[in-house]
């Protein structure tokens, strides 16, 4: 049974820096595209950030130049760094398959405000 546990969020200040993590377990982690995903109150949820298990990422205009998102297969976990966080940043941040097809954590929630 795949099981995926976000952690790392809180509350910062804008400018400020956050790193998230996701463990993964029931899946053989390093055959696995990941990425990491963010649904704000009232939108869609959407892709942020993904890495190929060969390690080639590819970022959301959005977040381009802020976040970096990293992996490492032998802790079967992929993290997600975010800097110079604003408040449009704001959202419960999910990861999952590259593709979405994997059932979903619980998320953490990242919260941008002074």
């Known amino acids: 049974q795949v099981h995926l546990v976000e952690s790392g969020g809180g509350l910062v200040q804008p400018g400020g820096s956050l790193r998230l993590s996701c463990t993964a377990s029931?899946?053989?982690?390093?055959?696995?595209?990941m990425g990491w995903y963010r649904q704000a109150p009232g939108k869609q949820r959407e892709l942020v950030a993904s890495?190929?298990?060969?390690?080639?990422?590819v970022y959301a205009d959005s977040v381009k130049g802020r976040f970096t998102i990293s992996r490492d297969n032998a802790k079967n976990t992929v993290s997600l760094q975010m800097n110079s966080l604003q408040p449009e940043d704001t959202a419960v941040y999910y990861c999952?398959?590259?593709?979405?097809?994997?059932?979903w954590g619980q998320g953490t929630q990242v919260t941008v405000s002074s």
């Open positions: 999952n398959h590259k593709s979405g097809v994997l059932a």
């Open positions: 029931g899946i053989t982690f390093s055959l696995y595209a």
């Open positions: 890495i190929t298990n060969f390690g080639s990422t």
